[in-house]
């Protein structure tokens, strides 16, 4: 199967006030490259330059060097910074060169993957000019804590966090950086793709 991990840092936690800041989409497919590098998979990353930015304290401090970058003039004309209604015809771009197809209404779809990406990230993508048009989400989306969780102990789907230090890291780190983030959670799917848990179900007498 092929998904594309996206990750967003955003100015606030509310879609209708606060603005996407970052946005990186990383390309993996799981017959072919689970050996490739992460380094060497396909990967897209845009810093957004609005025009004012409405945030929270929390937010924007967590995302100071990201805001510092978007505010140097000598990056005015960088190639991986653009405008908010840019970003999504230039991933659409970048998905068709990596092999996606336009469906019938010239509307790329893909299966998304991402830590909340369902609860969160997606919010935010829906008020950028072009979803739904140019790019789009499949209905189900791949989130790396149903993969960590205990069903017998946890109360609530595991944090990033949580997920490395199950995966067996030694210093768990969430990095707050799109792109860094969207690689993180193709390394921790990425053991499960030859664990087809369905066929470790045993069926029951009637069949259910």
């Not at 990967?43 to 025009?51: G, S």
């Not at 405008?83 to 509307?107: I, M, T, W």
């Not at 299966?111 to 829906?126: C, E, I, P, S, Y």
Request: glycine share 6%; charged share 25%; proline share 8%.
């Amino acid at each position: 199967m092929r998904y594309v991990s996206i990750d967003l840092e955003m100015s606030g936690p509310d879609p209708l006030r606060h603005q996407v800041l970052e946005l990186a989409a990383v390309v993996e497919d799981t017959r072919r490259t689970s050996a490739t590098p992460l380094g060497e998979l396909p990967a897209f990353r845009r810093a957004l330059r609005h025009p004012e930015i409405c945030g929270t304290a929390g937010a924007l401090a967590l995302n100071a060097g990201l805001l510092a970058e978007l505010a140097d003039k000598n990056k005015r004309d960088a190639p991986d910074i653009c405008r908010p209604d840019e970003v999504l015809p230039q991933l659409r771009e970048f998905l068709l060169a990596n092999g996606f197809k336009p469906n019938k209404k010239d509307c790329v779809s893909v299966v998304m993957a991402g830590k909340n990406v369902a609860t969160f990230d997606l919010l935010f993508l829906r008020e950028l000019p072009g979803w739904g048009t140019l790019v789009r989400s499949e209905p189900a989306t791949l989130d790396p804590a149903a993969f960590y969780l205990n069903w017998q102990k946890d109360s609530r789907l595991p944090t990033m966090l949580i997920c490395q230090a199950r995966a067996g890291q030694a210093e768990p780190h969430v990095a707050h950086q799109a792109l860094a983030d969207a690689l993180e959670v193709v390394r921790l799917l990425r053991p499960f793709y030859d664990k087809p848990f369905y066929k470790e179900v045993q069926l029951g007498a009637d069949g259910a």
